[in-house]
């Protein structure tokens, strides 16, 4: 090959270089929220108001270094409902991977649960990728635990601990007779 030739061909090497490195390089950044704890892929999270749950960041970046990342946190009840409180803080500063979230209800509803989302958005120098998981987010932890776990028949108030306000409503009504001494009419 002749002199022309080679410098024309690395030349071209080098043009594709400058094309082609970028695309792969682009392909690079992953991510991906799990729910310490449950199975990974159920996308989301059973929770109450104001309770700190744990999520893994999965990131993976062939191009940057994972520290050198911009990981930013929202919510879709950013719009929806801008009273709903939402932190996001990374559990260690030296591992971006673990983080805590928390959503706090403006007010308990007294509904089953809501069913807020949150995303995270990771950017590198060339892409940005974005992952979601959602809460079901109870009022407390009470009203999370009746839909998991058989309630107490001693817990006579329904406030999920049973203790001596129950036994007071007990032996309030104790001894008390119920029964009838009288037929009953039909229709009552």
């Given at each position: 090959?002749?002199?022309?030739?080679?410098?024309?061909?690395?030349?071209?090497?080098?043009?594709?270089?400058?094309?082609?490195?970028?695309?792969?390089?682009?392909?690079?950044?992953?991510?991906?929220?799990?729910?310490?704890?449950?199975?990974?892929?159920?996308g989301y999270i059973?929770?109450?108001?104001?309770?700190?749950?744990?999520?893994?960041?999965?990131?993976?970046?062939?191009?940057?270094?994972?520290?050198?990342?911009?990981?930013?946190?929202?919510?879709?009840?950013?719009?929806?409902?801008?009273?709903?409180?939402?932190?996001?803080?990374?559990?260690?500063?030296?591992?971006?991977?673990?983080?805590?979230?928390?959503?706090?209800?403006?007010?308990?509803d007294g509904r089953?649960?809501?069913?807020?989302?949150?995303?995270?958005t990771v950017t590198?120098?060339?892409?940005?990728?974005?992952?979601?998981?959602?809460?079901?987010?109870?009022?407390?932890?009470?009203?999370?635990?009746?839909?998991?776990?058989?309630?107490?028949?001693?817990?006579?108030?329904?406030?999920?601990?049973?203790?001596?306000?129950?036994?007071?409503?007990?032996?309030?009504?104790?001894?008390?007779?119920?029964?009838?001494?009288?037929?009953?009419?039909?229709?009552?």
């Open positions: 090959m002749n002199t022309k030739k080679r410098i024309k061909f690395l030349l071209t090497l080098a043009v594709l270089a400058m094309v082609v490195l970028p695309l792969v390089a682009a392909s690079a950044l992953t991510v991906k929220i799990y729910s310490v704890g449950s199975d990974a892929n159920r059973y929770n109450w108001s104001g309770n700190p749950a744990q999520v893994d960041l999965h990131i993976t970046d062939a191009v940057t270094d994972v520290n050198d990342l911009t990981i930013e946190w929202h919510s879709n009840y950013d719009t929806i409902d801008p009273n709903f409180i939402w932190t996001y803080e990374q559990e260690d500063p030296a591992d971006p991977n673990i983080w805590n979230v928390t959503c706090t209800k403006p007010k308990p089953t649960y809501t069913y807020p989302e949150f995303y995270v590198d120098d060339v892409e940005t990728k974005t992952d979601s998981e959602r809460f079901f987010l109870y009022d407390d932890a009470c009203m999370m635990g009746k839909l998991f776990f058989d309630v107490n028949p001693a817990d006579f108030n329904a406030d999920c601990i049973t203790n001596l306000t129950d036994f007071a409503e007990m032996a309030a009504a104790w001894m008390e007779d119920y029964t009838t001494t009288e037929p009953l009419p039909i229709g009552l």
